[in-house]
């Protein structure tokens, strides 16, 4: 029996996952698959919207009360439909947590109610164990309340790629987006020019070719002296234009251009709100078109002037000794303006709304529970955690979309 209750969970699970990919990339055709199940009959709710524990005539009513106050409990007691003092009655309740934690809440008496002790914080998802004692007799009663939970098997959860992580310390990295291109640097550029006018006797190289310094370039009679001399390689690059060919005089003009394009530059714009944040040095991750992996650098200077739109050109080197890159072509950079270590935090991958809150979804075995969270800073994959969670909870980070269609298809209450 228990084989064919999992085989059939593992099938509702699939058909959210197909569901939810679905509305994701079809939504305008998406439909809702549900598999059959029991409809479980509504508590029965008191004068105070709380729930009603009944044994014979003796009744109690508790409610998490949360309009002007934190959430807590009140208790409301009556005998034969009759209330009582809340003095002539001891309440305690326990609440099991998923992890096993116990909240132990003691009642005093206040009004025409006894208040609980302690905040009921969130999530409001425990077993409820409700103990009366009233002139001499103890009444007890144990109920589920469970919200933002679910059950979902370690082979299914594999099966679908839900992944998790521990939550812990981590640093993020803040950073602001640049955008540019690639550009080369002072110097990478010489203009070859014969010593002497005469002849070409012969070019060898063209171009497009790689030279290297040192290396023979063209070959010259000279007018004067009639003799021949070499032109040489003033440094390492290649042959970017070629303006002369053999047979023709030198005439005192430009013969050759040699670029140099083992280094590169990516020239990023910043504007002046963010010119201050930028400091020599920093971390730069540069992302080009056509590469997969973005290349990091550092921030190294500027230019002085000011683009005509105000802002500033900053300049990070490229080592481009491979030889993919190219002069001018467009740059992404993201430049890292701080690094801030916090206590806790959590990937933004695994975020997912529940009600009004942001939460992540705790693994506790194979059971999924919200973790309504208060955020505070976030950079890059990493939003820090100020409250809600707990360091060393595991939780969800890939796929948690699966887990709240799970959770809504379940409709768990809030037995408020």
Not at 53 to 68: H, P, Q, S, W, Y
Not at 75 to 94: F, L, Y
Not at 211 to 234: F, H, M, R
Not at 242 to 267: D, K, Y
Request: glycine fraction near 10%; charged fraction near 20%.
């Amino acid at each position: 029996m228990r084989d064919t209750l999992m085989n059939h969970h593992a099938f509702r699970l699939l058909l959210l996952c197909q569901l939810a990919l679905g509305a994701l990339l079809l939504p305008s055709i998406a439909t809702a698959v549900s598999a059959p199940g029991v409809q479980e009959a509504e508590p029965e709710k008191g004068p105070h919207r709380g729930r009603m524990l009944r044994d014979k005539d003796f009744a109690v009513e508790l409610a998490i009360v949360e309009t002007g106050v934190p959430p807590e409990f009140r208790v409301w007691v009556s005998v034969g439909n009759q209330p009582i003092a809340p003095t002539e009655v001891d309440v305690n309740v326990q609440l099991t947590r998923l992890g096993n934690a116990v909240d132990d809440i003691s009642f005093k008496a206040e009004g025409d109610y006894l208040r609980g002790d302690r905040v009921i914080y969130e999530p409001h998802s425990f077993v409820v164990t409700l103990t009366a004692v009233y002139q001499g007799k103890t009444h007890n009663w144990t109920y589920d309340n469970l919200e933002g939970r679910t059950h979902i098997g370690d082979k299914v959860a594999e099966a679908m790629g839900i992944t998790t992580e521990t939550a812990g310390g981590a640093t993020l990295h803040q950073s602001i987006r640049t955008y540019g291109k690639l550009v080369l640097p002072p110097g990478a550029k010489r203009q070859i020019q014969a010593r002497f006018d005469g002849a070409i006797k012969r070019m060898h190289v063209s171009l497009g070719d790689p030279v290297s310094k040192g290396q023979s370039l063209i070959t010259i009679e000279s007018n004067e002296s009639l003799k021949t001399y070499q032109v040489i390689a003033p440094m390492d690059g290649t042959i970017s234009q070629q303006f002369a060919s053999s047979g023709e005089q030198t005439t005192g003009r430009t013969l050759l251009e040699i670029t140099r394009t083992n280094t590169l530059l990516a020239e990023l714009a910043v504007y002046p709100t963010d010119r201050n944040k930028v400091k020599t040095g920093a971390p730069v991750s540069l992302s080009l078109n056509g590469f997969n992996e973005p290349l990091t650098s550092t921030i190294k200077g500027s230019r002085i002037a000011l683009r005509n739109d105000q802002a500033h050109l900053l300049l990070a080197q490229i080592d481009n000794s491979d030889g993919q890159l190219s002069e001018g072509l467009f740059v992404t950079g993201d430049i890292e303006v701080a690094t801030i270590p916090v206590s806790l935090a959590v990937k933004r991958s695994g975020l997912q709304g529940f009600r009004d809150f942001t939460v992540v979804y705790a693994k506790v075995g194979e059971e999924y529970e919200v973790r309504m969270l208060e955020l505070g800073r976030e950079a890059g994959p990493w939003v820090e955690v100020l409250g809600g969670l707990e360091s060393g909870t595991e939780y969800v980070t890939e796929n948690s979309f699966i887990i709240k269609a799970d959770i809504e298809k379940s409709g768990a209450s809030h037995d408020h």
